[in-house]
């Protein structure tokens, strides 16, 4: 499961970072350009983890897990990965966009 979820992160991440089409505009050359400026990450054996990166042209990301006793609609009580992280990067309007989650037996984006 832990692996599932960080192949999960990993892949939302790079999604977000890679140039979706091209455009002549500014920030598309800007995007195609742009390179890894932080990466850092670190687990260990009892299924804690965390990992950030940033990207020249301003895109972050990080999330943190570990694992916990979970329980479920119906009361079981299960060993399961709980995750939680955000990712922003400025949009072609300039804005930054920032979006939360948790990934649990809840589970939520804010």
Known sequence: ??????ALT????????????PDASASSSKDAEAVV??????????????????????IKSEAKGSLRELTSENGTKTFGEVQEGSYSYVGDDGKTYAVKWIADENGKFN
């Open 10 to 21: 990993a892949v939302i991440c790079i999604s977000l970072a890679f140039p979706q089409a």
């Open 1 to 6: 499961m832990f692996k599932f979820l960080t």
């Open 37 to 58: 400026i932080s990466n850092t990450g670190s687990d260990d054996s009892a299924g804690n983890f965390a990992s950030n990166f940033e990207t020249s042209n301003n």
